[in-house]
């Protein structure tokens, strides 16, 4: 069976560090991958999506940037956070099994607080 | 224009009774795609049910059904016979295009309390 991974599960950075959260894929080959935000008490937000190894697409401007240097590996970064980069941040995958069934299923989150 | 609506912010149910939780979507594609998510105060978004707009039938998954109905262009989810564990945020979201889209859209979601 599938399984996601996503780590760290919680995270506080102060402005201006650094950030780099990783989320792999277990039980399947070439997933779609996507990476979204969910500010507290709303919606989920896509910040970047890929259909392959080093193919990023970006959904949302922002300092925030994605890397796929495996097939099952993605990889959310920032130079430098933000306070408005605070949120929960969701790993996803999906495999596209005909017209319109690709289920995306996710990872259990990383809370990150930015002070 | 929002892609999904759902007009519930919260709602309230007594256990074991049925819940309906409404959804509105709007495209003009003709093939999309529906999902229902739970996410529990732990965070984890937990996949629920689909709908295709090709099926004709409602889907159908334990205590979840999806009230489909296409010429409305709404999605509801009803759980029957609610339990505590029911108790969450649960979010409609969309799928649009064929089978290389990509853009997955998610409603604002609606809380859910089951009441003992």
């Known amino acids: 069976s599938q399984t996601i991974h996503q780590w760290p599960a919680t995270l506080v950075q102060p402005v201006g560090s650094p950030l780099s959260l990783e989320c792999t894929v277990e039980g399947t080959s070439n997933p779609n991958l996507y990476w979204y935000r969910q500010a507290a008490g709303r919606g989920l937000q896509l910040l970047f999506y890929?259909?392959?190894?080093?193919?990023i697409s970006s959904e949302v401007p922002q300092n925030l940037s994605a890397s796929r240097p495996q097939d099952r590996q993605f990889i959310l970064s920032s130079k430098k956070l933000l306070l408005s980069d605070s949120g929960f941040y969701l790993c996803?995958?999906?495999?596209?099994?005909?017209?319109?069934?690709?289920?995306?299923?996710f990872g259990p989150g990383t809370r990150l607080t930015v002070l | 224009a929002q892609k999904i609506t759902q007009t519930q912010p919260g709602m309230f149910v007594q256990e074991k009774e049925a819940v309906t939780l409404d959804c509105t979507y709007d495209?003009?594609?003709?093939?999309?795609?529906l999902f229902w998510y739970k996410q529990p105060s732990s965070g984890e978004m937990i996949f629920l049910i689909y709908?295709?707009?090709?099926?004709?039938q409602n889907a159908t998954e334990g205590r979840y059904s999806l009230n489909f109905q296409k010429a409305r262009k709404s999605a509801n989810l009803v759980i029957s016979a609610s339990q505590l564990g029911d108790s969450a945020m649960y979010f409609c979201a969309m799928r649009e295009g064929g089978n290389y889209g990509q853009n997955f859209v998610f409603g604002p979601g609606t809380r859910l309390s089951v009441l003992p």
């Open positions: 709908q295709g707009s090709y099926d004709e």
């Open positions: 890929s259909v392959g190894i080093g193919q």
């Open positions: 495209t003009s594609d003709q093939s999309y795609g």
């Open positions: 996803a995958w999906s495999v596209a099994l005909g017209m319109g069934t690709d289920t995306q299923y």
